[in-house]
C-alpha cells in the first residue's frame, strides 16, 4: 500500500514539473541561495566530480558549477526538465533517474547538491535519499541539501498544476542526516522568493 502512495506522489511530481517545464524557471528567479551554495564550492576539491539531484532546468545550479570547471551529472524525475537542462547547460550531464533510487557506483562523487527537490519526495523516502548520497560520495565528500522548516504533506495547486510536497521538521531531517553517516557543518533558515527553507551543509565521516 505504501509503494502504491510513493507511487502516485511520484506520478503527480513527474507529470507537474513536466507540464511546468520551462516557466519554472521564471518562479525560480526569486530565490537567492549563493551563500549557501558558495559555501558547498569551497568544500569542494578541483575538478570535483557533483550530482545536482533534481535539477530541474539546471540554472542556475547546474550552470554554476559546470562554469567553475567541476564535471556535473544532473538527475531529474521529469523528462522535460532533463530535455531544458540539457539544452541550458550543455557542459553537462542530465539523466532521467529518481534520486529514491539512483543508478551510481559507491563513492563516485566528491559532492552532492540538491535544492528544493527532496521536499517533493515522500518523506518516509529521506532516510534512503540520505544513505545513497553518503553511499555516492566519496570519503569527506560533501553535501548541500535544502529541506523544510516544519513537518508537513500536501497535495495542492503550484504554478496551475498538482504538486505533492512531503517533509519532517529540521530537526528530524538533521537527525536523518547524522544518522547517515554526516557530520553537519551547518543547518539554517533562509527565506527568499516569499518561501523559507532549511539548508544543510554536512559532510560525509
Ligand atoms: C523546485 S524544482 C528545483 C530544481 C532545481 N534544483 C533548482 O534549484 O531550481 C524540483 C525539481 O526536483 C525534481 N524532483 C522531485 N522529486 C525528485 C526525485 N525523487 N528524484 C529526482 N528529481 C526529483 C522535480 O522534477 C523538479 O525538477
Known amino acids: 500500500m505504501k509503494n502504491q502512495n510513493f507511487k502516485k506522489a511520484f506520478a503527480v511530481v513527474q507529470s507537474g514539473y513536466d507540464q511546468i ?48 570547471g567541476y564535471k556535473v551529472v544532473g538527475i531529474d524525475l521529469s523528462a522535460t526538465m532533463v530535455t531544458v ?31 528544493y527537490a527532496i521536499i517533493h519526495t515522500p518523506k518516509e523516502l529521506h532516510e534512503t535519499v540520505f544513505r545513497s548520497f553518503h553511499d555516492i560520495l566519496k570519503p569527506k565528500g560533501v553535501m548541500l541539501v535544502s529541506v523544510a522548516c516544519w513537518e508537513w504533506e500536501e497535495t495542492a495547486d503550484y504554478l496551475g498544476v498538482d504538486m505533492f510536497w512531503s517533509h519532517y521538521s529540521p530537526s528530524k531531517t538533521e537527525a536523518l542526516i547524522k544518522d547517515a553517516g554526516f557530520d553537519i557543518e551547518f543547518g539554517r533558515r533562509v527565506e527568499g522568493g516569499g518561501e523559507v527553507h532549511h539548508w544543510v551543509l554536512a559532510h560525509k565521516n
Do not use: W
Not at 569551497?42 to 562554469?67: F, K, N, Y
Not at 547547460?89 to 540538491?114: L, R, Y
Open 21 to 68: 517545464g520551462e516557466s519554472y524557471s521564471l518562479e525560480r528567479k526569486g530565490f537567492d541561495n549563493k551563500c549557501e551554495v558558495d559555501a558547498f564550492l569551497s568544500c569542494l576539491p578541483q575538478h570535483a566530480r557533483v550530482l545536482d539531484a533534481g535539477s530541474g532546468t539546471g540554472i542556475p545550479i547546474a550552470e554554476r558549477l559546470a562554469q567553475e
Open 85 to 115: 537542462a540539457r539544452k541550458n547547460v550543455p557542459g553537462a550531464e542530465f539523466h532521467q533517474m529518481n534520486m529514491t533510487a539512483m543508478d551510481f557506483p559507491p563513492e563516485s562523487f566528491d559532492g552532492v547538491i540538491s535544492c
